[in-house]
């Protein structure tokens, strides 16, 4: 008896929890699939730009275009190489896998080299609020690192050195240095984990853009967005390339913005239009998407959205 009121206290508590509990936001499960280009084409900011540089873009937005609010920005991305092995950041990771033997004493600190391939994994990531500086306006350790307005002088033994792989090896850093600026970087500036793909030292992973996995020559992608916002009025999902990294000063980077006049709209699905689709008709809460280029670009993200699981009446 004592164990069939225990099973039947259990069975109202599962059951209590599952209807008190309200789905708030948005969800979106998508894969960009890249044909024709090299997808390091997408990778922001521009490398080798500048702010105002011609073809300069700074960063990603997505956003809605929702009936009786207008066009809002859900969330700021860029895409970036799972890992950069010559970032200055990585350079202490502990080598977990370091077996000291006779007479050959290992190195504490992990060999980057042999995880090169990651570079060529491809990922949305998040973006930290850009900093300005006499300079303008610049990421807070972006893309580029050779700029000294980024990498300042005093992580370097000789900040001189012109050839990257002389100037970003690790004997030519000052390490309290280096661990002093890393761990003052905001914590939404993504970091890659060689022992973890998945789970990044620093800021958040939505995903990865469709590809080869080096590793395993395994087809690899998918992303997943999240928002607060609620998207069954939603007649517009569009991903835009950004050129003003303002947007992302600390006090505009969690604004609704519309899109930039001087942005581009790279993808774009419309419930009733030309580009791309928007259909409502598969569950109630869910609908499905898919995103073409009005540019041309052969890129194209196809997914669903789940804005009001409240109202899908199957139980997971």
């Known amino acids: 008896m004592r164990a069939r009121n225990a099973v039947i206290v ?7 929890g599952g209807c008190v509990e309200v789905y708030d936001g948005s969800r979106i ?4 699939s890249v ?3 090299d997808r390091q084409e997408l990778v922001l900011p521009s490398p080798g ?4 540089d011609p073809g300069y873009f700074s960063h990603y937005e997505l956003h809605a275009n929702i009936a009786g609010v207008g066009t809002i920005r859900l969330l700021n991305f860029i895409i970036q190489p799972a890992l950069l092995t010559q970032h200055p950041c990585s350079q202490y990771e502990p080598d977990i896998y370091c077996h000291d033997a006779a007479g050959a004493p290992c190195d504490p600190y992990m060999n980057l080299a042999r995880f090169k391939n990651h570079e060529s994994i491809f990922l949305a ?17 972006a893309y580029d690192l050779m700029d000294r307005r980024q990498f300042p002088d005093n992580l370097f033994v000789d900040p001189l ?12 850093l000052v390490e309290p240095e280096v661990r002093a600026f890393c761990d003052a970087l905001d914590p939404a500036y993504y970091l890659g984990n060689p022992n973890q793909l998945t789970q990044p030292r620093s800021g958040e992973l939505f995903g990865a853009v469709d590809g080869p996995d080096p590793r395993t020559g395994s087809v690899i992608g998918g992303i997943t967005f999240f928002s607060p916002a609620r998207l ?3 007649s517009e999902l569009l991903i835009t390339r950004e050129a003003d990294p303002e947007r992302l000063s600390p006090e505009l980077i969690q604004a609704n913005l519309p899109p930039g006049e001087d942005g581009q709209t790279i993808l774009l699905a419309q419930k009733s239009g030309p580009y791309g689709s928007i259909r409502f008709d598969q ?3 869910v609908m499905t998407v898919t995103l073409e280029s009005p540019l041309g670009i052969p890129v194209f993200m196809t997914g669903t959205v789940y804005y009001d699981m409240d109202r899908d009446p199957i139980n997971f």
């Open 232 to 234: 069954e009025n939603m």
């Open 125 to 141: 990531v998040s973006v930290a609020p850009t900093v300005e500086d006499a300079t303008g306006w610049n990421h807070a350790v």
């Open 29 to 32: 499960e998508a894969n960009i």
């Open 161 to 172: 050195l012109t050839d990257p792989a002389e100037k970003l090896a690790r004997d030519n």
């Open 10 to 16: 259990i069975l109202l508590l599962s059951l209590g």
């Open 283 to 285: 569950f109630r809460g």
């Open 35 to 37: 044909l024709g280009i």
């Open 49 to 52: 730009l500048s702010p105002g």
